[in-house]
């Protein structure tokens, strides 16, 4: 494979926190140099690329989402969801296992990996089934599943309710340090709720989901982690008691890491306005005051990693009263841009953003993508961090169009996508 050097860059690195003018050497699907500073990595018979002083950095890894295939490839596909994924510097995807079938079968991590090796243009790793059938009441065989492919465990949009078998699925998950995700939501305490409890529900006259229905089983499931000694991952946290629930175990040695959803860290439940069904979510948009709770954590480093929560839906299932639409939205093509708000907002800096994006969901699965280093994957993007655009929805690539930013205005456009050395991903010239 020709070596390529790509040249005059504002390298920034999420491992290191460190960002300066320099240049990469790729070679072989692999990044073969850095070189900070002006010093060119280009020899005789190198292909160069001149970045033109956009930012590069490691593409990112998103831990949830949503991509159809088994049984729902109305919704979206490997194929369109990878697209999505590559037009929004997503080079590595953990694909949920709530599918028809479930993925708890070896078999199907297999079949998921050959479709993700014909038909998708980054890197699709499975997550399997937490228990079987996604039923909360038998866990799967966490070994078979690891050695055939699954990066973690998980029951999806469905929280493992019965504490006795999500400690047993602990105790099992311990002895091959596999990462148990959790959607930390109680149903019964979630109801018919279809919206942040509070007063803006009231006066919409929706049912509303108690933070209760977060924290209570989020406590729950942080006992038994100190318990066990599990490695325990929240998928997604969206009040400020549940940081202050995360901060305390992490400070008591207990082995947790939480996420965010991005719709949580940069809308609020104002969005929801004349009842778009787009900005229907779980867990739901919350208060302002929950918002900027959440952006603090990241800063702070409590919250772990930012996801995308992408959960395309048939129109049909949108298009129907607030309380009967389905969860889910679009979130993949438009996570890195939305999230450089926060930065416009000069509220988290590069580096820290791209480490909650990147560096950070790598070191939780264990790959050695997400920063600059040599020997790591060449899995890169070229970002101009600063251009506006407006989000179109019948411009996005993924098969559905519910996106709660349609018709936004974001700053941040990936120019380019790399997986493995390669250019998967171009901008379409403004």
């Not at 079938?101 to 997550?127: E, M």
């Not at 079987?132 to 998980?154: N, S, Y």
């Not at 099992?172 to 148990?180: G, S, V």
């Given at each position: ?68 295939e088994p049984g729902a490839e109305f919704r979206e596909t490997l194929g369109t969801g990878s697209q999505a994924a590559a037009a929004g510097g997503v080079t590595t995807i953990v694909c949920r296992p709530d599918t028809d079938p479930p993925i708890d079968d070896p078999a199907i991590i297999d079949f998921i990996k050959r479709r993700a090796r014909d038909k998708a243009i980054v890197n699709v790793l499975p997550a399997a089934a937490l228990t079987k059938g996604i039923a909360g009441k038998e866990i799967t065989e966490f070994g078979l599943l690891l050695e055939a492919g699954a990066v973690a465990f998980t029951d999806g ?274």
């Amino acid at each position: 494979m020709r070596e390529l050097a790509i040249v005059n860059a504002l390298l920034v690195d999420p491992a290191s926190g460190r960002q300066q003018r320099g240049a990469l050497l790729l070679r072989g699907g692999v990044i073969a140099d850095v070189v900070w500073g002006e010093a060119p990595a280009t020899g005789e018979g190198v292909k160069r690329l001149d970045a033109g002083g956009l930012v590069v950095a490691p593409g990112l890894v998103d831990l949830r989402a949503y991509l159809g295939e088994p049984g729902a490839e109305f919704r979206e596909t490997l194929g369109t969801g990878s697209q999505a994924a590559a037009a929004g510097g997503v080079t590595t995807i953990v694909c949920r296992p709530d599918t028809d079938p479930p993925i708890d079968d070896p078999a199907i991590i297999d079949f998921i990996k050959r479709r993700a090796r014909d038909k998708a243009i980054v890197n699709v790793l499975p997550a399997a089934a937490l228990t079987k059938g996604i039923a909360g009441k038998e866990i799967t065989e966490f070994g078979l599943l690891l050695e055939a492919g699954a990066v973690a465990f998980t029951d999806g949009a469905k929280a493992v309710k019965n504490p006795q078998v999500m400690r047993r699925a602990m105790i099992y998950a311990r002895d091959f340090d596999a990462l148990l995700i959790n959607h930390v939501e109680d149903p019964d305490l979630r109801g018919d709720g279809v919206m942040n409890e509070g007063e803006f529900a009231s006066r919409k006259g929706l049912p509303g989901i108690p933070v209760e229905a977060e924290t209570m089983m989020l406590e729950r499931d942080i006992r038994l982690a100190r318990a066990t000694g599990a490695r325990y991952h929240a998928a997604m946290i969206s009040c400020a008691e549940s940081v202050e629930l995360v901060r305390r175990a992490k400070a008591e040695g207990v082995r947790i890491t939480c996420g965010v959803s991005i719709n949580n860290l940069t809308l609020n439940e104002n969005d929801v306005g004349d009842y778009r069904t787009f900005c229907k979510v779980s867990p739901p948009l919350r208060h302002e005051d929950e918002r900027l709770a959440m952006v603090e954590a990241l800063a702070e480093g409590v919250i772990d990693v930012i996801v995308s929560d992408h959960d395309p839906q048939d129109v049909e299932t949108k298009r129907q009263p607030f309380s009967e639409a389905a969860n889910g939205a679009l979130g993949i093509e438009t996570m890195l841009s939305a999230s450089l708000r926060l930065l416009h907002a000069g509220q988290i800096e590069l580096p820290a953003l791209l480490a909650a994006l990147s560096s950070r969901p790598a070191e939780l699965l264990g790959l050695r993508c997400g920063k600059l280093a040599v020997g790591a994957p060449a899995d890169l993007i070229l970002l101009d961090p600063d251009a506006p655009y407006v989000v179109d929805k019948r411009k996005l690539k993924s098969r559905a169009k519910n996106s709660p930013f349609d018709e936004a205005r974001l700053q941040g456009i990936v120019q380019a996508t790399l997986v493995a050395g390669a250019v998967v991903y171009e901008a379409e010239p403004v």
